[in-house]
């Protein structure tokens, strides 16, 4: 069984930062891509970052320059380090690790329960 544990969110004065962090657990054999998705009500859930198992990054046009994705591979963790935030900003931010259960397995999807970022003054 695998779980991920999200922290780090809040709430926040616009151009304040936040850390969100996300460690999987559990039995598996590898991690793949690591990211972070987010929801604003009445909003379809949009990617904000990701990152590769080489390192890898990509980012929403939307938050380059102001994030930044990172992964401790011997903790199982991705950070999302947010800067500058603003009040669009505001949503539920769900990890998101893309895994091998076991070697001979198709990787599979698995999300966290969400975290709240609130950007308001």
């Known amino acids: 069984q695998v779980q991920l544990v999200e922290s780090g969110g809040g709430l926040v004065q616009p151009g304040g930062s936040l850390r969100l962090s996300c460690a999987a657990s559990?039995?598996?054999?590898?991690?793949?891509?690591m990211g972070w998705y987010r929801q604003a009500p009445g909003k379809q859930r949009e990617l904000v970052a990701a990152?590769?198992?080489?390192?890898?990054?990509d980012y929403a046009e939307s938050v380059k320059g102001r994030f930044t994705i990172s992964r401790d591979n011997a903790k199982n963790t991705v950070y999302l380090q947010m800067n500058s935030l603003k009040p669009e900003d505001t949503a539920v931010y769900y990890c998101?690790?893309?895994?091998?259960?076991?070697?001979?397995?198709?990787?599979?999807?698995?999300w966290g329960q969400g975290t709240q970022v609130t950007v308001s003054s």
């Open positions: 998101n690790v893309d895994l091998l259960p076991h070697y001979y397995s198709d990787y599979v999807d698995y």
């Open positions: 559990g039995s598996f054999f590898s991690i793949n891509a």
């Open positions: 990152i590769t198992s080489g390192g890898s990054t």
